[in-house]
């Protein structure tokens, strides 16, 4: 009888241990999908405020320079500004490249605008940011028009 008992102890003990075994695997499993999922999320959200946030930047150069002659001179300093605050980005390390051709572009000038925009003294700027890999560019068009 004592045999019967401590064969019943230990086979109990042993199942105990196994279902033990897999409720924490599977929560370690849980953990570590919800660790992946939530990394996940973190790189997908950063590409995009940061994104916005140069987007925003751009938009108060444009701004600043809207009210001037719709000429290359201006185009010249609308460029200057903008390639500046991307290259600022880029030294930080917030845009993908080794060197600054893969990490951002800008265009502004004959290259985005009619001339029935400049006429209207429409400004249109796109860049092209890399904030996930190197020359994958993800574009940013700003255009402001300026009220006489």
Excluded at 3 to 13: D, R
Excluded at 27 to 46: G, P
Excluded at 99 to 115: P, R, W
């Amino acid at each position: 009888m004592k045999y019967l008992v401590l064969l019943a102890m230990i086979t109990f003990a042993k199942s105990a241990a196994a279902q033990l075994r897999q409720v924490v695997t599977k929560d370690s499993e849980t953990q570590k999908a919800a660790i992946k999922n939530t990394t996940l999320k973190r790189k997908a959200v950063f590409p995009i405020t940061l994104k916005a946030e140069i987007e925003n930047e751009l938009n108060r150069i444009v701004d600043a320079h809207k009210h001037e002659p719709n000429t290359a001179a201006t185009w010249v300093k609308i460029k200057a500004d903008a390639e500046n605050l991307l290259y600022s980005y880029f030294q930080k390390g917030k845009l993908r490249g080794n060197k600054s051709l893969e990490a951002y572009y800008v265009k502004i000038g004959n290259d985005t605008m009619t001339a029935a925009d400049i006429r209207n003294h429409t400004f249109i700027l796109l860049a092209g940011v890399a904030t996930v890999k190197p020359a994958e560019f993800e574009i940013i068009r700003i255009e402001k028009t300026a009220t006489h």
